[in-house]
């Protein structure tokens, strides 16, 4: 397997362990277990001890866990334009540029998929490996921040997300400094103009693992 489609396969990977746990869920472990053994060190460590806890929980915690961790938190927004935009205009312009993308790319999304939420990028990025990649290191700051929320309140998806972040290149200091006011600012905020989209606490949580809708 050449490095690249070593690379297309941990995005696959990593999009389906971000869906909701459901028996659909269940029935990829087996086969995500496989390819996972066949990935980089650092790319998959953080990922076999995601799958360790998956084994060790019940379909029930997990789904509980999941709901509380990525729909009641805003610093558990899988939707990485957020973190960039905020409720602002300029997010549904980026959300529009998005869809168009995966258009040229041949992939279409359901109608209760938003484009940027982070298993449908990284769905896209596995399809399209050379621009999928410099797509996710446009949005790594935000990335940066998911993951260490998710570290600091002890989430096992903050594994997930060290995975993600094993497979881009290392921060330069321009983006590193844009990720530290990310964190201590927080996104932009401006509560209109967002119309077709919502932002992540007025949408309703998706019951469905979210790359199940996009389709080439």
Same mark, same amino acid.
């Given at each position: 397997?050449?490095?690249?489609?070593?690379?297309?396969?941990?995005?696959?990977? /990593?999009?389906?362990?971000?869906?909701?746990?459901?028996?659909?869920? $269940?029935?990829?472990?087996?086969?995500? /277990?496989?390819?996972?053994?066949?990935?980089?060190?650092? $790319?998959?460590?953080?990922?076999?001890?995601?799958?360790?806890?998956?084994?060790?929980?019940?379909?029930?915690?997990?789904?509980?866990?999941?709901?509380?961790?990525?729909?009641?938190?805003?610093?558990?927004?899988?939707?990485?334009?957020?973190?960039?935009?905020?409720?602002?205009?300029?997010?549904?312009?980026?959300?529009?540029?998005?869809? /168009?993308?995966?258009?040229? =790319?041949?992939?279409?999304?359901?109608?209760?998929?938003?484009?940027?939420?982070?298993? $449908?990028?990284?769905?896209?990025?596995?399809?399209?490996?050379?621009?999928?990649?410099?797509?996710?290191?446009?949005?790594?700051?935000?990335?940066?921040?998911?993951?260490?929320?998710?570290?600091?309140?002890?989430?096992?998806?903050?594994?997930?997300?060290?995975?993600?972040?094993?497979?881009?290149?290392?921060?330069?200091?321009?983006?590193?400094?844009?990720?530290?006011?990310?964190? =201590?600012?927080?996104?932009?905020?401006?509560? $209109?103009?967002? =119309?077709?989209?919502?932002?992540?606490?007025?949408?309703?949580?998706?019951?469905?693992?979210?790359?199940?809708?996009?389709?080439?």
């Amino acid at each position: 397997m050449t490095a690249m489609n070593r690379m297309a396969a941990a995005w696959q990977t /990593q999009s389906l362990l971000l869906g909701y746990p459901d028996a659909e869920f $269940v029935g990829r472990l087996d086969l995500l /277990q496989e390819v996972v053994r066949t990935l980089d060190e650092p $790319v998959s460590a953080p990922l076999r001890r995601f799958l360790q806890h998956v084994a060790h929980s019940s379909l029930a915690d997990l789904a509980a866990d999941y709901v509380a961790t990525f729909d009641h938190r805003r610093r558990g927004c899988l939707y990485l334009t957020y973190y960039t935009y905020g409720d602002t205009r300029r997010r549904g312009a980026a959300l529009l540029s998005l869809k /168009q993308t995966y258009a040229t =790319a041949g992939l279409r999304l359901t109608d209760d998929e938003l484009p940027d939420h982070l298993g $449908v990028v990284l769905e896209y990025a596995a399809c399209d490996p050379e621009r999928g990649r410099r797509l996710l290191s446009n949005y790594r700051a935000g990335l940066e921040l998911l993951r260490m929320a998710l570290r600091d309140s002890g989430s096992p998806w903050a594994d997930v997300l060290e995975s993600v972040s094993a497979t881009l290149p290392m921060r330069a200091g321009d983006e590193a400094a844009a990720g530290a006011r990310l964190a =201590a600012e927080g996104p932009p905020e401006e509560q $209109v103009g967002l =119309a077709p989209f919502g932002p992540p606490d007025y949408m309703p949580a998706m019951p469905m693992p979210p790359t199940q809708g996009v389709r080439r």
